[in-house]
């Protein structure tokens, strides 16, 4: 199999997916796609200011892949929901997949999803790299958390299934992740390598279950995780460059025949092992369709260039190369057209977001089954800064406490500044995170209890924080840290 090298080049590009900074096409985002042919681009928030300028952004991106490639380009972006969201500040938040796991309605994650297709549709985006298809078998897990619908796999299968349906309802494509499962280490692959020492027996009962249900529904992508599988891969490279996972399990076992996309080159559980270029080359090798190289154009061009270096020298074969892009080309064969403005800012959407949070938001613990105390504007408010626990989320600051204290106009408010107020309240509402000072309020709260204050205690987060409260507290699960959560606690406070 002969290309000239324009073929070559073409072929190449279709198998990168490019991120960059700004909210304009940048002279290097421009010269990736003229000189390397690149025909996919990942946004993120830092490339989105306003509805306008996002929807042009999207739209002289397509013209110019278009232009230089002959072919539609994927437009991908991680608009999960909950926290995981590169469009909330704009558009609003939706219930995370935890708090719509909470709720246990299977048929409102295929709404959710259906209001996020929309969304991405108004602006011409036309990949969700989402839902998140991990169980969440480790409830410490630094980055998952609340991005999975639940602990046990067949409701995982169910919800995701369910949050396909509505995204693809909407015209979007929808790529699960993060294969073959990234719910049972307490290690953020952003930052480090994680081992998940499973058989696959084991597997099969949690991890796999969701998967083979998304492959059933016929998912158009998946995304392969930075994660050592020894059980899967004994010579203890993670998924992402493991033929054995890639091709054997997920292609051959499982039967997938769409496409496999890396998690991002860039995160440190790759870096550990290679540089970007290299890492690429050998996740191509494995099996992967298209990678993520996230943020520096330079970096994706350097990839580009090693792919065909490894095609000339007959490192990759030609054959696997032709096999990706067509599968590559058959995916954009059907890609949809731009949507409706008015569906990014829909006014019915959020009010069906706010009322699936205040459904999701609950007591889950009274001290001898009392009703919740009334809050007033003598009630104490303890909380800190919101802070993002990995580099997976993202979104503006948030600080629960104060935003609670304004609703109910009270002056006593620790915000993480200055000294707790010393007067000695009837009541306190404390707002639990993961992070370094949880355990300091998880202590304070306890002393406020003990000395007859009715204190509630209320996790911007998993149930995990709620551990260490004080059982004489009312314990409320918010499930995710952002204000339509908050939203929802105050309308439960207020009765």
Known sequence: MKWTEEELTRRVGQRICAGFSGTTVTPELRELIKRHKVGNILFFSRNVQSFDQFQGLCAEVR???????????????????????RLGHLTGNTPCASALGGIGDPENARIIGQIIGKKLRAVGVNMDLAPVLDCLSQPRNPVMGSRCFSREPEQVALFGRKFIEGIRESGVLACGKHFPGHG???????????VINKSLESMEQTELVSFREAIRAGIDAIMSAHIVFPALEPDGVPATISPRVLKGLLREKLGFTGLIISDGMEMKAMLELFPIPEGVFRAMKAGVDIALVCHEPPKAAASCL???????????SPESLEEAYLRITAKKGSLPVTGKAGDFLNPQDQETCAALMRRAVTVVHAPDH??????????LFCGWPSQRLSLALDGSVLNAAVYA??????SLCFNGTGDRPADHPDTAVFFFRRGEHLEEDQKEAARLADQGVKVICVAMDTAVVLESAPLNAWHILAWQEQSLAVEAVVSLLKG
């Open 63 to 85: 013209e110019l892949i278009l232009a230089e490639t002959g072919l539609e380009p994927f437009l991908m972006i991680d608009e999960e929901c909950g926290e995981c969201s």
């Open 184 to 194: 049972d280490t307490a290690v953020d692959s952003h930052l480090a390598l994680p």
């Open 306 to 316: 090693r792919i065909m270096e490894g095609v000339r020298s007959g490192e990759l």
């Open 370 to 379: 009392q009703p919740l105390p009334p809050v007033t504007e003598k009630t």
């Open 405 to 410: 204290a304004k609703y109910f106009n009270s």
